[in-house]
């Protein structure tokens, strides 16, 4: 076991975490952030969809009472999943061993991640794989408001650099629901 107990953006620490496993020990990376309520039994009834439906990188929809930066990724009632253009970098998504040899290690030139949302279209198009939200297993992202604990201003510094020299989607285009699911 690791204790950090120094602040490190969320991507560099994901890298040093992730360079200590063999990750094809393993179908699935899941990331989470440590301020959302996970419903009963998320972990088997999140991926059970993934599989489902082919997700080589996905996340939870948001619940309708969770902060949610950016009002794509709030739970659809009615539908099981859908294929997007877009999946956000937080407060959790999930890799699909497919993904680890295009997605990882994360690019650590937006060290908080911000902006990785907008390349990782492009690269999953690029080599043939899906993207898609879980609606039918929530996540409450509600214990704190985002963005509490460090700097906007020199994440989004990041992220505007990160962008202007890399492939991506403009919201426009990433905000697209590709495919929808009902069981």
């Known amino acids: 076991m690791q204790v950090i107990d120094t602040f490190s953006p969320k991507f560099l620490l994901l890298n040093q975490l992730l360079q200590k496993i063999d990750l094809y020990d393993f179908e699935y990376v899941i990331v989470s952030d440590d301020d959302i309520q996970l419903p009963a039994g998320f972990v088997d009834r999140y991926l059970a969809m993934v599989s489902r439906y082919n997700l080589a990188v996905a996340q939870p929809a948001r619940t309708h009472d969770s902060y949610i930066d950016h009002w794509f990724v709030e739970q659809l009632d009615g539908i099981d999943a859908r294929r997007t253009r877009f999946v956000e970098i937080g ?3 999930s890799l699909h061993r497919s993904a680890f040899d295009y ?3 994360f690019d650590e030139a937006s060290p908080m991640g911000w902006g990785n949302d907008f390349v990782w279209p492009v690269l999953a198009e690029k080599h043939g794989l899906r993207m898609g939200i879980v609606d039918a297993v929530p996540v409450a992202h509600d214990f704190r408001k985002p963005v509490a604990y ?3 201003g020199t994440s989004a510094k990041h992220m505007n650099k990160y962008l202007a020299e890399r492939p ?5 285009d990433a905000f697209f629901i590709l495919e929808s699911y009902v069981g």
């Open 168 to 172: 991506h989607l403009s919201k426009k």
């Open 150 to 152: 460090y700097d906007h």
């Open 103 to 105: 997605f990882l290690p």
């Open 91 to 93: 407060p959790l998504f």
